[in-house]
């Protein structure tokens, strides 16, 4: 899940690279839904072996309450940090 500075908008995909994809949503030039909301921070994330099984759960997450989003997020990351930047550095 990613977030903006002020956490107003989660935006949950699936990918199989999750610092290339962040490089990309970054760094491209294309108008996007990321870059319209300015979502920057990476706050939540789940591995799976399988791709469907990946895709189920984004499809189960994005049918959740924002408040239910939130509790998933706090119970990882209690206070919200850019777990993107701790773990492939602050290159954004």
């Known amino acids: 899940m990613l977030t903006n ?3 107003v908008v989660l935006y949950i995909g699936v990918t199989n ?3 290339n994809r962040m490089r990309w949503h970054f760094n ?3 108008k996007s839904f990321v870059k319209k909301y300015k979502l920057n921070r990476l706050v939540y994330y ?3 072996a399988h791709v469907l099984d990946a895709i189920a759960r984004e499809k ?3 049918h959740w309450s924002r408040e239910k989003k939130n509790d998933l997020v706090r119970r990882l990351n209690p206070r919200w940090e ?9 290159s954004r």
């Open 46 to 48: 789940e591995e799976y």
């Open 17 to 19: 690279d999750l610092e």
């Open 60 to 62: 189960q997450l994005k």
């Open 82 to 90: 850019d777990l993107g930047a701790r773990m492939f550095g602050a």
């Open 28 to 30: 491209t030039e294309k």
């Open 5 to 7: 500075r002020s956490r």
